[in-house]
Every structure is written in C-alpha cells, then in structure tokens.
C-alpha cells in the first residue's frame, strides 16, 4: 500500500506545454506539501495546503498552480514550461503541518521526474 | 529563523567503517529535528527524529543522532557502513509551518 503516490512517474514535454501531476495520499493526513528538488539534490519547498487552504506559497512563479479538490489530493499544475522546469517534483504529507508546535515528520511520494526539451 | 547546516556535501567510507554526518541547525526555538534518507530514484524517508527527552536517538537501519544543545549539533553516525547505505542524506530542523531541510550529504561506500 503506497501511503504518498504521485502521478507520471516520469514526465517528458516540449517547453511552452502544459501538464500536471497528481499526487493521492492514503494516511489520512490534513497537510500536504509540493518540492522542487534541483539537478544538485536541494530541496525547495513550492506550497502546503492543510484541509483544503494554501497555507504555504513561497516565491513560485504563478504559471505553478496547486489545487486541493479534497485533503487527500494535492495536483499540480504548470503552464507554459520553461527549461528551468526540469526537476523533481516531491509531494509529501504530513499529518498536521510541520514547523510550530508540530513534531510530525513528513511522509514522501517517490517523485515526479520532468524533463523539459 | 530557523536553518540546518549540513558540512560535507560528499562523504566516503570504507565498508564496515563508521559514518558520520554532520548537521548543524540554528533556531530561535527548542528545536526539533529530522534525519531523512533519499536512496536512487526514490522519495525521502524519515531515519529518525529529536524532539524531547533523551537526546540519543536511535533510528532504522542502525542510524542514530546525537542532540547536543551546546554545540547546536544534530550528528548522524553509524557504527558500521553497509553498500546499502550509499544515499542522500538530509537533516531539516522545523520552521514555521514547514521543515526546512539541509542542502543534503551524498554517502558513498567503498568496498
């Protein structure tokens, strides 16, 4: 049983496309996370959402959009691809969000691999 | 604000030596504190945490971290290498609303 899956696996496009990734967890989490993780392994959180509502949003361009239709999905979607795209993309989740007075740890998809021709 | 560092990008060790990687954090709050493993082509896996209470933490895989306040360390070994644990190696100290994780150490074994 995959607690965080995440849809493509692997993601191939041309730049100026649009595509999305979906990402499903099972766990019963209320937090869910999106990363970019650069060709140099660095880790940059995107956004969060906790019960629907973005709570996070770092400095992401807008073509990014996430939408949580309900707490166990968190889909990405991104516009007119650029080559500084390529990357990993991580869901993750959380049972409560982490930071604050929180202790949860984080539970990781495997990733979405997108390669940008 | 909070912060992890991780000194060492790249770590090599014999097989059946000792591991030790190092993470340093900064936080204006008692800090909690996270080892994750990536292995090839995979998400991130927790090893183990600090929050509380002992300051000796043992993890999977025969992993364990110390918490040392004075030093503001967060120090990952094992006393043993296995080939298996050839990865990539994050510490992340908790923030607000969020973890925010190190740059990452890349462990590899020698044989």
């Known amino acids: 049983d995959t607690a965080v899956s995440q849809t493509p696996k692997y993601l191939v496009t041309q730049m100026g496309n649009d595509k999305s990734i979906k990402c499903e967890q099972n766990l019963g989490h209320d937090t869910m996370y999106w990363y970019k993780q650069d060709s140099k392994k660095f880790l940059k959180i995107m956004f969060s959402y906790n019960n629907k509502e973005l709570i996070i949003n770092e400095t992401v361009p807008n073509r990014f959009s996430p939408k949580s239709p309900d707490k166990a999905h968190l889909n990405l979607h991104i516009n007119s691809l650029e080559l500084g795209d390529s990357a990993v993309y991580f869901c993750?989740?959380?049972?409560?969000?982490?930071?604050?007075?929180?202790?949860?740890?984080?539970?990781f998809g495997d990733g979405t691999r997108l390669s940008i021709l | 604000a909070q912060s992890v560092t991780q000194l060492g990008s790249h770590v090599s060790v014999s097989e059946g030596a000792l591991v030790l990687l190092r993470c340093n954090y900064s936080?204006?709050?008692?800090?909690?504190l996270f080892w994750y493993v990536q292995y090839p082509n995979q998400g991130l896996q927790l090893l183990l945490k600090?929050?509380?209470?002992?300051?000796l933490v043992k993890g999977i895989n025969g992993f364990e971290a110390e918490f040392k306040k004075s030093e503001t360390s967060f120090h990952l070994t094992k006393p043993s290498a296995h080939m298996s644990d050839a990865a990539e190696y994050f510490c992340?100290?908790?923030?607000?609303?969020?973890?925010?994780f190190g740059q990452g150490t890349r462990l590899t074994i020698n044989p």
């Open positions: 992340a100290v908790r923030g607000a609303q969020k973890l925010v």
């Open positions: 936080s204006s709050v008692p800090p909690y």
């Open positions: 993750a989740s959380s049972q409560v969000p982490s930071g604050g007075s929180s202790n949860q740890p984080q539970h």
């Open positions: 600090y929050t509380t209470g002992a300051t």
